[in-house]
């Protein structure tokens, strides 16, 4: 069984995703290697996700991304202060936004296995604590 922390990223292809993109980190999630696998969002997540939709006006979109974060699968644990205190340490030592430091302390800090995000640069912050898969290839 792995516990897999999606970053804001992962989430927006899964909810809002070509089809293909979609297939693919669904695909993934279901892997039978992986076992029974544990997804991992943050309220951060949540935050970055539906900024565009709300300040847009798109219910629907609103909706989506509600649904998936209502999904009794995914996990949202609550934050505390040594999530706080791990982001810290993450970013005064790489340098990264606080955001990105405070998504990998909450999969560090959560005991996640992997983090999902499509970000290259979160590799070297994660230390080796967890495994930084880049599933989807972004255009960009």
Same mark, same amino acid.
């Given at each position: ?16 995703g070509?089809?293909?993109? %979609?297939?693919?980190?669904?695909? *993934?999630?279901?892997?039978p ?11 951060? &997540? %949540?935050?970055?996700?539906? &900024?565009?939709? %709300?300040?847009?006006? /798109?219910?629907?979109?609103? /909706?989506?991304?509600?649904s $998936? ?13 040594? &999530?706080? /205190? *791990? ?5 005064? #030592? ?11 302390a $909450? ?7 992997e ?5 290259? *640069?979160l590799e #070297?912050?994660? /230390?080796?604590?967890? *495994? ?9």
């Open positions: 069984m792995g516990r897999i922390y999606l970053d804001s990223c992962i989430v927006i292809y899964l909810v809002e070509t089809e293909e993109v %979609r297939s693919i980190l669904e695909n *993934r999630l279901n892997d290697v992986l076992g029974d696998t544990e997804i991992v969002v943050s309220d951060l &997540v %949540r935050l970055e996700t539906l &900024v565009i939709p %709300r300040r847009s006006g /798109d219910t629907d979109l609103l /909706d989506l991304f509600e $998936f974060f209502l999904d009794p699968s995914v996990e949202i644990p609550e934050p505390t202060r040594t &999530v706080f /205190d *791990r982001a810290t340490e993450i970013r005064a #030592k790489h340098l990264v936004p606080t955001p990105d430091a405070l998504h990998l $909450f999969a560090i800090e959560g005991n996640c296995d983090f999902w995000t499509n970000d290259r *640069r #070297k912050a994660a /230390d080796d604590l967890l *495994r930084v898969i880049l599933p989807v290839r972004s255009s960009g």
